[in-house]
């Protein structure tokens, strides 16, 4: 449970840290910064009226005659405020007074013609804005003081807005933060002493490696040495030896063209020998092709015979084939027939059952009613009855009371 509301109170505490996240919550905070946002805009104009004193001729037809005869009017204090400046330093104590006095009155005149001067164009807020524009660099100095301002602006904001509560969560988190960047640079140098181990370990060990090339380079400069004594020996001894077999070699020759010699003799007698042999196996060739030409010759008739006897039962294949097909195509048209017919019987069937049905409930309905016109007429002779009976008593009793 501790994690998310440390979350919390963290994401509450950067929230805190950034100024867009904070907005005015009462009039009086508003009104502060309302203040201070027309400061920096004031800074700003003033910070601007340089530029637009050192390019006037291009800024006369829009800033107008008086605003323009204002900054004329400045211009000259500020002339006057720079002579006294560097003047100051040159004359004596009496008259470094009066240059004090002078220089106070010129920093209120000065002030003053600030104050109109901003003013006048804070009375005309799209020639401030286009004044912006065009005039977008700064010095150095009032560039710095209000981006200070700026932040001062922002500071204000964080603590007017900002409530014990969150003033307090914003310390601990900075305390939380001041610990966390301890810790870290505990490890970074933790870190960096590992490092500079592990550095001073592999320096040795390139020192070592180096001591250990350097021994194998004077190794190998030994054995070039070495080896161009050994070739030189190798050289010599293969001389001798070449001269050797040069002479084993020429002995060797003279062997070999006496085999040469006497295997051209057998060469010769065995020419001899297989053309004799050569002359045998045409004649046999000549028999066997003979015997091959007459085998063809047999398979050729066979095989026509063969063909022809094929093409006649391929003939007859084809006939029956085109009376099966025939066939069958009158039965697909019998099926159809059949088919038809079925159709036709069982269409009606149908209809006659469909006519038993209903003859059947006509004749029940003829019943019914017949039953009923029956039921009905002997209703009405029951009636016609019993109204003729009660007409039959009440004469008697009328006669019985007149006597």
């Not at 600030?114 to 164009?121: A, E, G, Q, S």
């Not at 380079?217 to 070039?224: G, V």
């Not at 161009?228 to 070999?256: D, M, N, P, T």
Request: charged fraction near 35%; proline fraction near 2%; charge should be neutral.
């Amino acid at each position: 449970m501790a994690t998310p509301q440390k979350a919390t109170i963290t994401s509450n505490a950067m929230k805190m840290l950034d100024p867009r996240q904070l907005k005015p919550d009462s009039i009086e905070t508003e009104r502060i910064i309302t203040v201070l946002d027309e400061t920096i805009a004031k800074l700003e104009l003033s910070s601007l009226i340089p530029r637009i004193i050192d390019s006037l001729d291009r800024f006369a037809n829009m800033l107008g005659p008086e605003i323009t005869d204002n900054l004329m009017e400045h211009q000259k204090l500020s002339h006057e405020m720079e002579h006294l400046l560097s003047s100051s330093g040159e004359e004596d104590t009496m008259r470094a007074e009066e240059q004090q006095v002078c220089l106070c009155l010129l920093e209120q005149h000065l002030k003053c013609s600030v104050r109109n001067i901003l003013r006048l164009l804070l009375a005309n807020p799209s020639l401030c804005q286009a004044l912006k524009y065009e005039v977008w660099a700064r010095e150095s100095p009032a560039e710095v003081f209000i981006k200070a301002f700026g932040e001062f602006r922002n500071f204000m904001l964080e603590r007017l807005l900002t409530s014990p509560v969150e003033e307090e969560e914003k310390i601990r988190f900075v305390e939380d933060i001041s610990l966390q960047i301890k810790k870290n640079t505990e490890a970074i140098t933790a870190l960096q002493a590992e490092l500079a181990a592990a550095i001073r370990t592999r320096e040795e060990e390139i020192h070592k490696k180096d001591n250990v090339i350097e021994d194998l380079k004077t190794s190998m400069q030994d054995l070039t040495k070495d080896c161009k004594a050994s070739i030189q020996q190798i050289k010599q001894e293969g001389e001798k030896q070449q001269k050797e077999e040069l002479k084993a070699s020429q002995a060797r020759c003279a062997g070999l063209q006496q085999d040469i010699d006497q295997l051209g003799a057998q060469l010769n007698a065995l020419v001899l020998e297989h053309r004799a042999s050569e002359l045998a196996l045409r004649k046999r060739k000549c028999r066997m092709e003979m015997e091959i030409g007459n085998w063809i010759q047999k398979y050729d008739t066979h095989m026509g015979e063969k063909q022809a006897e094929y093409e006649e039962v391929h003939a007859a294949y084809t006939e029956e084939k085109a009376q099966l097909s025939l066939l069958m195509e009158k039965r697909a048209v019998l099926l159809q027939e059949y088919s038809q017919i079925e159709e036709e019987r069982r269409i009606q069937q149908e209809k006659e059952e469909q006519a038993l049905k209903e003859f059947n409930t006509m004749t029940r309905a003829a019943t019914c009613i017949q039953a009923f016109w029956r039921g009905y007429l002997v209703r009405v002779l029951f009636k016609s009855k019993r109204k003729k009976k009660k007409k039959g008593k009440g004469k008697g009793k009328g006669k019985k009371t007149k006597k």
